[in-house]
Structure formats: C-alpha cells, structure tokens
C-alpha cells in the first residue's frame, strides 16, 4: 500500500434530468424566450453531470473542477426547484465506495428521491479525487509540497462538512461510507497527511530542529487520533480498505514520534544535554523497530532507522569517553510541543473558479413561493374592492326596480313602453337572450364531470400505489425501509380535498344560479320577444299627462342622473383596481440574501397598503354617496306616488314594468356568473391536469424505487443462508473413495479423553504375493498356517462408512503390485515393534519405481459400520490372519 492514503471514488447510476426538470419549468413559467431559455441551462446540467459521474476521471485538477463546478450549480440550483418525494422526484442511486460486494449480490447501493443525497456523494467524491491527486504529486519539489497539503486540507474539510451535514441532508440511514464516522475518520486522516506535508517541507528547507520537532509530534498526534476512531468505531474495520488502513496510521504514528524523538535530540545535543539526547534516540530506535517488525510491508523506516542508529552509536560513544552524562528515562523527558500548520478548508460554495450559475435569472423557490402568496392576497384585496362596488350597484339598481324607476318617470303617457324598458329588451336580444343562458346552463355539468373525473383518477393513483406500498412493508416488514407512500402523499391529499371542497361549493353555487334563473324566467323571455307582443303585453293605465311638468318630477331626474353618474363612476374605478401592478421579487430576494427567510406577510401587506389604500378610500366615498343619494330617491318617489292618480290599472302596469326591470338587471347578474363559473371550471381544469400530472410523477417515481428495493432485496435474501450453519463431521468432508483414486489410509488416530500413549500396531497381514517387478518381499508365514486364498475382486462402496481407507480391485498376492504410496508401519521401525510381532519381521526393502500417484495405504476390503474417529484394540490373532477393523 502506498505510504500517503487516498480514498476511492463512489460510483453513480444513470439520471435524466432534463426531463423532469423541463417538464416543472414548463407548467410554472409561462412560454416565452425566459422558458426556452431555462430548457436550455437544464440540459447543460444535464450534460455536466454525466461529465462529472458519467465517466472515469483523472487524477489531475481538471477532473477535480468539473466535480467541484457540478456541486456548486447543484448548491445553486436546490433553492429554485422543489426537489422532494412529493413534488418534484429525481431519484438517485449511488454505490458504496469501500464495498466490493459480492459475486451474486453486487455492492451495496441507496436510492433516494434526495437532491441533498446527491450533493453529499458528489461532496464526497470531490474530496476523494482531493485526496488521489494529493498522492500522485512529487514531494520533492516545492510545488508538489504545496499542492499535496492544498488537497488533502480540502478533502479534510469536505469530509468534515459531509459528517455535519449528512444526516440532516438524508433524513435517513446512510451507506457506511458517508456515514458520520467513516467520514469524520477520512478527514482526521486527511489532515494529518496535510501536517506530515508540512513537515517533509520543513525537513527539506532544513529548518530549525526545533519547529521541525513541533510538527513532526503534531503529526503523530494526527494519526494517533484517526487510529484510535478506525479502532473504536464498530463498523469501520469490517471494511477492507481500514483494514489497510489501520497498519499504516499505527506506523505513521511511530514513524512521526521518532522523527520528533531525533529532532529533539538533536536540540538536546546543542544545548549539551548529552543523557536527554541518547534518551530520545533510544526511544525512537524502539519506535522504528516497532514499525520495522510489524508494518514493514506497508511502510519502509530502513533509511529513518540507519540514521538513527548511527546518531545513537555516536552519541554513546561521546557520552561513554567524554562526558558521562545520566540517561534518564523516557517518562522523566520533557514533552516536545506541537504546531499544527494545516486547518480543513471551510467548504462555501463556490468551490470552483469557474463557476458561473446556469440558472441565474430564476428566483429561488422561497423567493417564488413568497410571490405566490402575495399575489393571493393582491387578488383578495382586488375582489374585496370589487366586489364591495358590485354588491352596492346591485343593492342600487334592486332600490330603483322595486321604485319602478326610471320606468315610471318615462310611462306619464299610460299606454306606450317605457324608453328604458325597450333598451333593456334590445340589450337582452343583443346578448343571446334565453338560448346564450340555456347554452351556459347545460354546459355546466359537463365541465364539472371533467373536473371530478381528473380529481379522482388523481386520487385513485395515489391509493393503488399506497396499497401496494402497504402490501409490501407487511409482507418485507423491517426490510422495507423507504418512507412509506401514506406518510408521503398527505400533502397531495390534503390537495386533493381542497380541490373537492371547491368542486362541492361550485356545484352549490350553480343551483342557486339555476334557482334564480327559474325565477325569472318568464319575464326575460318576455323581453325578448318583439316591441310589438311586448307593449301588449303591458297592461295599459290612464294617462298622467298633468305630472310631465311638475318639480318632483324634475328632481327624481335629476336624482337618478347621479346615481348612474356614480356607477359610471366605479366602473372606472374598477377598471383602475384591476390594472395596479407592482413586483415583489425585488423585496422578497433582498430579504432573502439579508435576513435568510422571508417574512412574507409583513412585507405584502405594506405594499398592498401602499398600493390600494388610496383606492380604498375612493370605494367608500362611492359607497356613501349612494347611500345618500337613495334616501333622496325614496323621499321623492314618495311624493311622486301621491300625486299621481292610483287604480287597479295602472298598480297592474307598474308590477309588471317593475318585473321587466327587475328580469333585465337579473338577466345580467345571471349571464355574468354563468360566464364566471365556465371560466372557473376551465381554469380548474388546467390546475387538475397539473395535480394530476404531479400525482403521476411520484407514483412512476415510488414506482422506480420500489422495483430497486425489490430487486435489492431479492439479492440480499438470495445471499441468506436457507437452513441454520452446523457442523459437519471431518469425515464427510473427504471426498468418496474411488478404485482409480484411492484414499489414504489416516496417518493418526486419537483416542478422545484418554492419555496420549504410542499406539500399538494391529497383528501383520499375510505377507503379499509380489510380481517380479518387486525388489524383495517380506517373510513367509508360519508354516503350520494355510495360505489364504485370494478373494474376489470387491468394488467400492456407494459411500463411505466410517473412516475411508483403501480400496482395491483385488488382493495381496493377485495380479497387482502393493502401492507404496504410504507404510503405515513406517513409524514403527524394526526395533520398535512389539516382541511378539518381532520375530515375523523381515527387513525393509524400499520398492524401486514410483508410486502411482494418489495411491497409498494398506490394502484391503472397505470396512463396515466403522467408528468413526477411533480404532478399537484388536484381540492377538495368529500371524497369518488379514487384519480388519473390529467393530
């Protein structure tokens, strides 16, 4: 392993950015040069993540800037989209960097819906590729120096910013590679390699043994602490990479404590404390032999130790001649002191000199969130306004009607339409008439059924996937450890009934519509019929031709005049309330970059004030004056009406002015609202498509994520084992014998809980009829012993019984020559056998020629029914007897 550590990059799977992205940009910003160009700077991220993650990187700086420029635009970009499980999903997936994983497994991998979750792996691999450059740099010039302890300080802080981030960033568990600890771990490592860098530039410059000492014990001090957190933490060591690790910080430790032991020394010698001086070289020899007797294949000291050893020979040996100074011990020497040179870099984005926001001109989604809100409370303080002026016009114009007025000034003559009434008649005819209203009517329940069957295809999306998101966390139970879809969709079904709510309050609104429709009816379709069937219509009165001149007369004139002077008057006002425009993005991002949060309420509210209040005032002076001018209106009609001559005739004509009156203004109000709630629907319409787009996305999303985790989960139960572990006896490890590949007898038998004594040797076999290929054979038997025959050749057992001994197509003195493979009396020798068996011991002649390879063994039939770990003690059989194993 290299003497400098460099940490391995994590590994990314394929996203697709653009469409999402242009997809969200699309429904929020309206079509125009600014979207266009939006679509475009989302796929140049696009482009600059593959260039990052999409393909293997050098070690070189150029690598490192592409990495660091996609982490700045991924900081700049998080503020201005909504990036979450519920609105807008991008999942990513990314391995661990130190699991190799398995070979039917794969290595351990997380997917989340987590635009943080992304900025911390590409965080990390930015430090990573830190630390990989950091280690390819030459320390021996000054540039290398520089350079190597600028990376390592800023791996050092981009770890240590992932340990204070990552858990907030994930809202869950993390792999063990950007886990706190394994990445608090890698930044102590990273800056202690910076310090070591800051001491072999010491050591080069030649500065003063002193400082050199200071950094040198600071050093050790380093990688003293990034050893004890690989050691005390559970989970790092079970990492290969630590593994590897954990031998070179332990010798990095020692390496750095002799070299401050020898820089000491060398202090000690110039201010003549001769004792102190073979005291630290003594220690730092210790140190070094430590290091050479346990970690020299990780890390040479041969040139650190000859130095010392040389200045340790020559100090005792002016010590021993010349000066006779004591050699204290080393717990009596004074401490060397630290100075620590290096500091993790802080991590504030922009990490990369050359980044340039591709989303400049988008507002961050707080900033965008905060306009939205403003611009419902701009629209509510619009329709108050409005609204305020339409209802006093109605309240006006159902005064005048119930008055009969304008009518009853126009009818003196009794007998012909009122001007006001044929206007009124013309303007419904103008306008559609009963078909326009009709036509309206019957297209209301159409848009409504759409709107309902776009909210509840929304809705049912989400309850399939929430149901079988439920199936399968019961069925997987612990294992299934995504979030589940019901915590996960309450924001999109609280949505969902508000939109029902507005859905139910419109459909109430149209039956009341529908009920003032049928209440007036009959007389709008009397307006709308010809002025001819109309005056005939109209009951005819006695003419009032005396009243033409009179000054109540004049003055109810005059008097309704200003009354429609004032409504003229809001419509103006009106239409000035409608065009006030003003941008808060400007107050809401000066807020943001200030205070960090927008106090969104505060700052609209005072500029809906600004705005409006003057208008404000204009409303209720209007509303006062009507007020004042209707009083005046009643007096004088209440003079009017006693002088003009009452009788059944004329009261019937003035209801039935006061009807048509009353139908047109009704017709009007109907239209309007009608007109109202076809907009309302539509625009709903276009909300719903979104809604249910959006419901769409994360349920293809959950529905992406839960195929990885099944299919993640499939290969980690494939890796369980399927029955509980147990141990198998030794003996059916070995493989079953075979007639072409015989197994050897076993060299040693132990018999359990009794004493180790030397095994006594069973009675010998008949002595084998050799072919003439032999060298010698062995003895005869007794001659008042017959000799046995030669049985049949025996084939191998199916499977072995008890231990495995030989087995052979035949027997000794047949047609095959003994294997010599193994002599199971060879332990014995001749003058170590028993006295009894002595005398029928013949010396032993080596056999000549090879043995056939795997043969060896005592030949013989497999035993039956064999103990299979002891033989047992065989009674004295004559010597001619073949030995066979006794149950």
């Given at each position: ?86 609105q807008l ?18 290595s351990?991998?997380l ?7 992304e900025?911390?792996c590409?965080?990390f691999?930015?430090a ?23 990376y ?44 070591e ?58 390496i ?24 630290r ?55 060397i ?22 989303f ?48 009853a ?18 303007a ?16 209301l ?20 996937e ?41 459909v ?56 429609e002077e ?9 239409a ?70 009452s ?58 994520e ?17 029955a ?59 001659d ?79 035993p ?24």
């Amino acid at each position: 392993m290299a003497t400098f550590i460099s940490v391995p990059l994590k590994k990314s799977s394929e996203v697709d950015l653009v469409k999402p992205l242009s997809k969200f940009i699309t429904a929020t910003y309206p079509a125009g040069e600014e979207q266009a160009e939006y679509i475009r700077s989302v796929e140049e991220l696009n482009k600059l993540r593959k260039s990052a993650l999409g393909r293997p990187l050098d070690k070189h700086e150029s690598s490192l800037e592409i990495l660091l420029r996609y982490y700045d635009q991924l900081c700049a970009v998080e503020p201005k989209f909504p990036f979450s499980e519920n609105q807008l999903c991008l999942t990513f997936t990314w391995k661990d960097a130190f699991d190799k994983g398995s070979l039917f497994g794969g290595s351990v991998k997380l997917a989340l819906a987590s635009l943080g979750y992304e900025k911390t792996c590409v965080l990390f691999n930015g430090a990573a590729l830190a630390s990989q450059i950091a280690s390819e740099q030459n320390l021996d010039s000054d540039e290398g120096l520089k350079a190597a302890a600028k990376y390592y300080q800023l791996a050092s802080g981009a770890f240590g910013h992932i340990k204070d981030t990552v858990l907030s960033a994930l809202n869950r568990e993390p792999t063990m590679d950007v886990s706190p600890e394994t990445v608090g771990t890698l930044s102590l490592i990273m800056l202690a390699q910076a310090q070591e860098v800051f001491f072999l530039k010491a050591t080069s410059d030649k500065m003063k043994d002193a400082i050199i000492a200071k950094l040198a014990n600071q050093t050790a001090d380093f990688y003293g602490d990034a050893f004890k957190q690989c050691q005390y933490k559970e989970n790092l060591p079970k990492y290969f990479y630590f593994q590897e690790v954990l031998p070179v910080l332990a010798a990095k430790h020692c390496i750095m404590q002799a070299n401050a032991e020898l820089h000491q020394s060398l202090l000690a010698k110039q201010k003549k404390r001769f004792g102190e001086e073979i005291a630290r070289l003594q220690h730092a020899t210790e140190l070094v032999k430590t290091v050479a007797s346990r970690y020299d294949e990780y890390v040479s000291v041969k040139d650190l130790s000859d130095k010392i050893s040389r200045a340790l020979t020559a100090a005792k040996k002016d010590n021993d001649f010349i000066y006779h100074d004591r050699v204290p011990e080393v717990k009596d020497l004074e401490h060397i002191g630290k100075a620590a040179l290096v500091k993790a870099t802080a991590i504030t984005p922009p990490l990369s000199a050359k980044f340039t926001d591709l989303f400049e001109k988008m507002v961050p989604m707080a900033v965008q969130l905060s306009m939205s809100v403003s611009s419902q409370r701009k629209a509510e303080t619009v329709n108050r306004l409005v609204g305020t002026m339409r209802e006093a016009t109605n309240l006006c114009n159902g005064v005048l009607a119930s008055l009969n007025l304008p009518a009853a000034l126009e009818d003196l003559s009794g007998d012909s339409i009122p001007q006001s009434i044929v206007e009124k008649a013309r303007a419904i005819v103008q306008q559609g008439g009963l078909q326009s209203i009709e036509q309206l009517i019957r297209d209301l329940p159409e848009l409504l059924t759409r709107n309902r069957e776009i909210l509840d295809e929304s809705l049912k999306m989400l309850g399939d996937e929430e149901s079988t998101d439920s199936e399968l966390r019961s069925k997987f139970s612990q294992r299934w450890n995504r979030t589940p879809s019901g915590d996960l969709y309450k924001p999109l079904r609280a949505e969902g009934g508000n939109f029902r709510s507005v859905l139910d309050k419109a459909v109430q609104a149209d039956q009341v519509v529908k009920e003032r429709y049928n209440t007036h009816c009959e007389m709008i379709a009397l307006l709308c019929k010809p002025e001819a069937e109309l005056t005939a219509a109209i009951p005819s009165a006695n003419p009032v031709k005396t009243l033409q001149g009179s000054e109540v007369v004049s003055v109810l004139r005059s008097q309704l005049a200003q009354l429609e002077e004032v409504k003229k008057e809001r419509e103006r006002l009106e239409a000035e309330i409608k065009g006030v425009t003003f941008d808060m993005s400007s107050s809401f991002l000066t807020a943001l970059a200030q205070d960090g949060a927008i106090n969104e309420e505060a700052l609209s509210m005072s500029q809906l004030d600004q705005s409006y209040g003057s208008y404000s005032q204009r409303v209720q002076a209007s509303l006062r004056s009507q007020e004042e001018l209707l009083g005046k209106v009643q007096t004088s009609h209440q003079e009017f009406s006693k002088l003009k001559q009452s009788n059944s005739e004329a009261n019937d004509r003035e209801e039935v002015l006061k009807k048509l009156a009353s139908a047109h203004d009704s017709y009007v109000e109907i239209t309007s609202n009608l007109r109202e709630g076809t907009k309302f629907y539509n625009d709903l319409t276009e909300i719903l498509l979104k809604f249910q787009n959006k419901c769409s996305d994360i349920v293809f999303a959950r529905k992406t994520e839960r195929d990885e985790l099944l299919k993640d989960l499939q290969q980690s139960i494939a890796r369980e084992p399927s029955a509980p572990s147990f141990n198998v006896p030794a003996y059916q490890t070995n493989p079953a014998p075979t007639a072409a590949d015989p197994t050897p007898a076993p060299r040693t038998v132990l018999q359990p809980q009794q004493p180790q004594v030397k095994a006594q040797p069973p009675q010998r076999p008949p002595p084998p009829a050799f072919t003439p290929q032999a060298a010698s054979a062995p003895g005869n038997p007794p001659d008042n012993q017959p000799q046995p025959g030669n049985p049949p050749p025996m084939a191998p057992p199916a499977q072995a019984q008890g231990p495995p001994y030989p087995t052979y197509q035949g027997y000794p003195g047949y047609a095959y020559q003994m294997p010599m493979g193994y002599n199971p009396y060879a332990a014995y020798g001749q003058y170590n056998m028993p006295p009894a068996m002595q005398p029928n011991m013949q010396p032993y002649v080596p056999y000549q020629q090879p043995p056939a390879p795997g043969q060896g063994g005592f030949p013989g039939p497999p035993p039956t029914q064999q103990h299979p770990y002891t033989y047992q003690q065989q009674p004295q059989q004559p010597p001619h007897q073949p030995y066979y194993p006794q149950q």
